[in-house]
């Protein structure tokens, strides 16, 4: 198998990277992925209220899909508090990253040493060590802060930033800088794929970096702005955002699919029953055969 020889990073959040991260954990240490910190929802959203914290809940959701889903170590990251107590609703994971960054001088060696204690022998990485928030600007002077508003939002935003503006990790810029192909999505557009690109030096890297970037498209439309927005729609609204166009070539499930922007992949990667889960090994054997044409071209 080609990929096996390559160098692989993943962008994104949500369960969409884990999906893909599973997939791809033949790798091992040939495989990174770069998490996007800017959820305020949930479990994460109540430590973020609280604590000057990056948003833990991705990175431990990715963590997991890497992990036995019946071991105890993903039983116990994934455990969530109920009852009427304070820690009704929190992520035991959340809380567990949370106490090692206290400890530990950076989030990355947090997320290493858990890591080791789940032999996880591919890496992740957040996006920033730093703590931002999305704010999404729309027509009439409106402006959202965080991925919770944004989601609710009917529209799309005209534009998106960071803030503050961050900068990655010195380990996620070098994993691109040495990488054969960089995968975004699948995933929520504005709030999974977006975060990490609005970081300039994770899409500069891209952009001066030899990998093939490839965008994995949603097995169906999502529930947001976006979802109504077709590929080129997609990648005009990235290159006004961003400066640039990362991307080489979108792999979709989607027949009526076309673009003058891009190369587009016609893969049917839906998984048997589950048509919102891409099925690993459809998943695979697509980047297989994307790598395939990008090393002969």
């Not at 969530?80 to 567990?96: P, S, T, V």
């Not at 032999?119 to 920033?128: A, D, F, G, I, Q």
Request: aromatic share 4%; with cysteine; hydrophobic share 40%.
């Amino acid at each position: 198998m080609q990929l096996k020889n390559h160098n692989i990073v993943a962008i994104g959040g949500g369960h969409g990277l884990g999906r893909v991260m599973s997939s791809l954990s033949f790798l091992e240490g040939n495989l990174t992925g770069i998490v996007a910190t800017t959820d305020n929802g949930g479990s994460t959203g109540k430590l973020r209220r609280r604590t000057s914290s990056i948003a833990w809940g991705d990175l431990r959701n990715c963590l997991t899909q890497l992990v036995d889903e019946e071991s105890i170590g993903s039983k116990l990251f994934n455990f969530r508090f109920d009852g009427k107590d304070e820690l009704k609703g929190h992520n035991i994971g959340n809380l567990i990253f949370y106490a090692l960054n206290e400890i530990q001088s950076r989030p990355t060696e947090s997320l290493n040493l858990i890591r080791h204690i789940l032999r996880v022998k591919s890496t992740l990485l957040p996006m920033s060590e730093v703590p931002t928030d999305l704010m999404a600007f729309y027509d009439e002077g409106r402006i959202r802060v965080g991925e919770v508003s944004v989601d609710d939002m009917p529209a799309m935003p005209q534009s998106m930033m960071l803030a503050p503006l961050v900068k990655s990790t010195p380990e996620a810029i070098k994993a691109i800088k040495e990488a054969s192909l960089v995968i975004l999505g699948p995933g929520s557009f504005l709030t999974s794929v977006v975060p990490s690109l609005l970081v300039r030096d994770i899409c500069k890297a891209i952009i001066e970096s030899n990998a093939h970037c490839v965008f994995i498209d949603n097995l169906v439309a999502e529930n947001s702005p976006a979802g109504h927005l077709n590929i080129d729609e997609k990648l005009n609204w990235l290159s006004k955002n961003i400066g640039c166009q990362p991307i080489d070539t979108v792999i979709t499930g989607d027949e009526q699919a076309k673009s003058d922007l891009v190369h587009i992949m016609q893969q049917n990667l839906s998984s048997d029953g589950f048509e919102h889960y891409h099925d690993r090994d459809k998943l695979v054997n697509a980047l297989e055969l994307c790598l395939a044409e990008h090393v002969a071209s």
